[in-house]
């Protein structure tokens, strides 16, 4: 009876670390849509328990995205998520530190309670393996308090959660909450048709029913998930599953009905599902055939437990009882020398035990004894301690008096230390501050200068070349009005519509020199009418998106920001061939940010330093402070997300 709830309490995790056949094939998104990414996240979940492996490799692409673009939701998930996974490879400290790097993201979405009680329920699992019973407890309950709250007693988590309260208290030997939240577990599971969790349940229900002893109920939920783990293809459930069905079977006295069980449980062995899950069918199957009279077959088994056993260091325990086993078998066959062998290696066996068991008895008598006598050395430097206390109770004033001296000069020179200390790293500071705010100041100068000689280009433009290209219209017009050639007269249309183009492109070459709509209105109306500009020429389509308050800006910043995007939009129209692009002009917690992409031709990263637009536009970027990243690769487009703390831009 005990073999099978030692085997059992593993089953959750055992049915999860097994790859079936169904796969979920995902791509990282082109573009920063985070219900996008969401839904990725949560198509990559759904490998957690059958193939947590490939679960972990579609989630690394979307967490790195996701903190790309300081999206804290995807974040909080995607650990969330690997943290699952992880679990379910058995791998508890590394799940444990991807739900405590998950928790500050989760705690940001609030209104993602569901996310809130998987972290919770994830987290506490772990802890239970390692046998915090108080830890896994307050986790678990915390996630119910989640649950409870928002109403999410229907959900996949809240499953989950009963899944492992469960277990929690068959650890505590509370059988009959154990059972109530199986139940609950499993209503929800066959509710939403959850066939992982339907094995998890099915399993652990079997193995409750045997210790209530209830051997009908447990032999039904057995067979339930071991028909589920073979249609789910779960290998190592279904190698758990047929041992303890077998071990049910032998242990009720049928030990023939019990050999295919541990047989086949045996032949699902591979590569992929190491031989370590099989201990227990081979033990059991040694102990099978001998009771059943085929003492070759047992010998077979009997040295395979062994040497596994030995090979794996696992299951120790069960050595001494195969040979046993063995002796019995060959006395059985009146084979006494053999019998004797086997009896002398038990006995040795036993022995080893034994002595290192006696080596720990002697250890610790020594140390009792080593303890025993520095009792005593201390006994006697307490009686020498006390003879000389009277010597040093005669001391203790004047030596008081020179020690409070010292400690006040002591204090006096460490506080005049730390005093020039913080004065050093105040000037160093202020040093760093004002060669910060004349880089601001340089460049501010130079971004003026560079407005100003834009301004007086774009007058020149507009007035000076602008006015004479009006003038030579007009006079083109007027000799057309008198000349009635019909030849000419086509001729003379061809020339006034290229002047009126010509026109045009000046007007608008002025027109981005000199933004005087800035002037007028906010960033936001500026960036609309810009955008509008350029999908009305039908050459690009620009989606523009803009979220948080924008009009808090000073207008210099605004200019900035519009020059910024008027560049990229520009390198995109001249380079990347491009028929869609999107601009993302976020403000959010003091951060202005800044995500430019397309679909354009890309080009190879290697070669980004090269290019004198990228150049100037990093320059910009990092004299004010900020971060900018360029993502692009040849045939697929071109992402820029660039990055300014607001604070820091005050000054410009």
């Given at each position: ?242 041992a303890n069905l077998g071990t049910t ?140 206390e009277l010597e040093i109770k005669n ?258």
């Open positions: 009876m005990k073999s099978i709830v030692l085997y059992f309490f593993a089953f959750i995790l055992l049915i999860s670390t097994s790859s079936g056949q169904e796969q979920i094939t995902t791509q990282v998104p082109p573009f920063t849509d985070t219900n996008r990414i969401l839904a990725h996240i949560n198509n990559a979940a759904a490998l957690e328990r059958l193939n947590p492996d490939s679960c972990i490799s579609l989630l690394m692409p979307l967490l790195q995205l996701s903190r790309q673009q300081g999206f804290n939701h995807g974040i909080g998930a995607a650990l969330t998520h690997m943290g699952l996974a992880n679990m379910a490879k058995g791998a508890a400290d590394s799940a444990i530190f991807n739900y405590t790097m998950a928790m500050p993201y989760v705690a940001q979405c609030s209104y993602d309670p569901e996310l809130t009680a998987l972290l919770y329920t994830g987290i506490g699992f772990p802890w239970l393996r390692k046998n915090n019973f108080a830890l896994a407890s307050s986790y678990f309950y915390k996630a119910l308090q989640v649950i409870t709250d928002n109403s999410l007693q229907e959900t996949a988590t809240a499953g989950h959660l009963y899944l492992d309260l469960g277990v929690l208290w068959w650890l505590l030997r509370r059988y009959d909450l154990t059972k109530s939240y199986f139940l609950r577990s499993e209503q929800l599971a066959v509710k939403q048709h959850d066939t992982a969790a339907l094995i998890a349940v099915y399993g652990n229900l079997g193995t409750l029913y045997y210790n209530m002893h209830d051997v009908n109920k447990s032999n039904a939920y057995m067979q339930y998930a071991l028909l589920l783990a073979e249609k789910k293809q779960v290998i190592r459930a279904q190698q758990q599953i047929l079977l032998r242990q009720e006295g049928n030990a023939a009905a019990a050999i295919p069980y541990f047989e086949k449980a045996i032949s699902l062995a591979d590569d992929a599902h190491a031989y370590q899950h099989n201990l227990q069918s081979y033990y059991n199957l040694s102990f099978a055939y001998y009771e059943t009279g085929n003492y070759q077959k047992a010998k077979e088994y009997v040295l395979s437990t062994v040497r596994k056993s030995e090979e794996l260091d696992m299951d120790k325990e069960h050595i001494g009882e195969a040979m046993q086993v063995m002796a019995g078998i060959y006395e059985k066959e009146k084979n006494y020398k053999e019998a004797n062998k086997w009896l002398n290696k038990y006995l040795d066996y036993i022995q080893n035990i034994l002595e290192k068991e006696a080596d720990s008895s002697i250890n610790k008598l020594e140390d009792n004894y080593r303890i025993s006598e520095k009792d005593k050395q201390i006994a006697q430097k307490q009686l020498l301690l006390s003879k000389r001391k203790n004033t004047w030596i008081g008096g020179i020690s409070g001296g010292l400690l006040l000069l002591g204090m006096l020179l460490f506080i005049a230390i730390r005093a020039g200390r913080h004065k050093q790293y105040l000037h160093d500071m202020q040093i760093r501050n004002m060669e910060q705010e004349k880089e601001l100041g340089y460049l501010k100068a130079m971004m003026d200068g560079e407005e100003k000689e834009r301004a007086r280009l774009a007058r020149e433009l507009h007035d000076g070349i602008g006015g004479m290209l009006v003038s030579a219209k007009m006079g083109l017009g007027a000799i057309r009005e008198t000349n009635t050639d019909a030849n000419n007269a086509v001729s003379l249309d061809d020339v006034i519509r290229l002047l009126n183009d010509t026109a045009a492109e000046v007007r608008q070459t002025a027109h981005n020199l000199m933004p005087d709509i800035l002037m007028k209105y906010s960033l936001k109306d500026a960036l609309l009418l810009y955008c509008a500009d350029i999908n009305t020429g039908g050459q690009l389509e620009i989606d523009l998106q803009l979220h948080g308050r924008l009009e808090d800006m000073s207008k210099s910043v605004e200019l900035i920001f519009y020059r910024i995007a008027q560049e990229l939009v520009q390198n995109i129209i001249k380079h990347a061939q491009a028929t869609h692009a999107v601009i993302q002009v976020i403000q959010d917690q003091g951060r202005l940010n800044l995500i430019v992409e397309d679909n354009g031709v890309g080009f190879d990263q290697a070669e980004v330093d090269k290019g004198f637009g990228l150049q100037n536009l990093q320059f910009r970027v990092q004299a004010l402070q900020g971060y900018i990243s360029v993502t692009s690769a040849k045939g697929k487009g071109t992402s820029v997300y660039i990055e300014f703390d607001l604070e820091k831009l005050k000054n410009v």
